[in-house]
C-alpha cells in the first residue's frame, strides 16, 4: 500500500462509502475507498508539497477514484501554464466517472484564456467521453462571461453522443448559457437546435436554477 493510499484509509467513512457507490454507478465499487472531499483536498494539498508528488502523477492508472481525484487536485494547483496542460492532457485519458471531471478547475487556467481556448475547442471534440465533458464544462466556466463569443455555444451544440454522462453536460452547459447569456442561447432552444432529451434537460435545468427569471421560466416551459 502506497503512502497515499494509506492516508486515504485512514480517512474512510464507510457509511459516505456506501453512498459514494450509488452516486458514481458506472465504476466498480471496489475501485471506492469512501473519503470525503474536504479530507482529500487536504492530502493533495500536503502531499502536492512532498519527493513523491512527481512520482504519483507519473504512475497511471491509480487503482482508486480516490487517487483520481487527489491527482487532478494536485494539478489544479500547478502554476505554471504549459505544465499544467501537459499534466492535464496526460490525466484525462484516465478519467472514468463525473465527479473526477468536474471537481477540478485549474486555476492558471483563469489567467490565459486566449493560450486556454485551442486546448478546450480540441478536448470539446474528443471521442472521449469524460474529456470531452471536462473541455465543456471548462468553456462554461471559463467563457460564458466577459470573453463569450456566440461560436462557443455553436462548439458544444455540435457534440453528439449517447452517453448520459456527455448529453447532462451539454444541457447543463446550455441551461448555464441561458443564465448568462440569454439571447444568444435562447435561439438553441426556439429552433430546438439540441437532441430532443438534451433540449427538455436543459429547460428543466434552467427552470430550476435562481439566476433565470420567472417570466424567462414560463417562456421555456413553452417551448418543451
Given at each position: 500500500?502506497?503512502?497515499?493510499?494509506?492516508?486515504l484509509?485512514?480517512?474512510?467513512d464507510?457509511?459516505y462509502?456506501?453512498?459514494?457507490?450509488?452516486?458514481v454507478p458506472?465504476?466498480?465499487?471496489?475501485s471506492?475507498?469512501?473519503?470525503r472531499?474536504p479530507?482529500?483536498?487536504?492530502?493533495a494539498k500536503d502531499f502536492?508539497?512532498?519527493?513523491?508528488?512527481?512520482d504519483?502523477?507519473?504512475?497511471?492508472?491509480h487503482?482508486?477514484?480516490e487517487?483520481?481525484?487527489?491527482h487532478?487536485?494536485?494539478i489544479?494547483?500547478i502554476?505554471?501554464?504549459?505544465?499544467?496542460v501537459?499534466?492535464v492532457e496526460?490525466?484525462?485519458?484516465?478519467?472514468?466517472?463525473w465527479?473526477?471531471?468536474?471537481q477540478s478547475?485549474?486555476k492558471?487556467?483563469k489567467?490565459?484564456?486566449e493560450?486556454?481556448?485551442?486546448?478546450i475547442?480540441?478536448?470539446?471534440d474528443?471521442p472521449?467521453?469524460?474529456?470531452?465533458?471536462?473541455?465543456m464544462r471548462?468553456?462554461?466556466?471559463?467563457?460564458?462571461?466577459e470573453?463569450f463569443?456566440?461560436?462557443?455555444?455553436?462548439?458544444v451544440?455540435?457534440?453528439?453522443?449517447?452517453?448520459?454522462?456527455?448529453?447532462?453536460?451539454?444541457?447543463?452547459?446550455?441551461?448555464?448559457?441561458?443564465?448568462?447569456?440569454?439571447?444568444?442561447?435562447v435561439p438553441?432552444?426556439?429552433?430546438?437546435?439540441?437532441a430532443d432529451?438534451t433540449h427538455?434537460?436543459t429547460?428543466?435545468?434552467a427552470?430550476?436554477s435562481y439566476?433565470?427569471?420567472?417570466k424567462?421560466?414560463?417562456?421555456?416551459?413553452?417551448?418543451?
Open positions: 500500500m502506497t503512502d497515499i493510499q494509506k492516508k484509509f485512514e480517512k474512510q464507510k457509511k462509502l456506501d453512498f459514494q457507490i450509488k452516486l458506472n465504476i466498480p465499487p471496489e471506492m475507498i469512501g473519503v472531499t479530507d482529500m483536498r487536504a492530502i502536492a508539497k512532498t519527493a513523491q508528488a512527481a504519483f502523477l507519473a504512475e497511471l492508472p487503482k482508486y477514484f487517487e483520481n481525484l487527489i487532478f487536485f494536485m489544479s494547483a502554476k505554471d501554464f504549459d505544465e499544467c501537459n499534466a496526460k490525466f484525462l485519458p484516465f478519467v472514468d466517472c465527479p473526477v471531471c468536474d478547475s485549474p492558471v487556467f489567467k490565459n484564456h493560450r486556454i481556448l485551442p486546448c475547442k480540441k478536448w470539446i474528443s472521449h467521453v469524460y474529456t470531452a465533458r471536462f473541455g471548462m468553456l462554461m466556466n471559463e467563457f460564458l462571461g470573453d463569443k456566440s461560436e462557443y455555444l455553436e462548439w451544440a455540435a457534440k453528439k453522443g449517447d452517453d448520459y454522462y456527455l448529453k447532462m453536460m451539454v444541457a447543463w452547459f446550455f441551461a448555464t448559457a441561458l443564465a448568462k447569456q440569454w439571447d444568444a442561447a438553441y432552444i426556439e429552433k430546438k437546435m439540441l432529451w427538455k434537460k429547460i428543466q435545468k427552470c430550476e439566476r433565470i427569471t420567472d424567462q421560466k414560463e417562456y421555456l416551459k413553452t417551448l418543451i
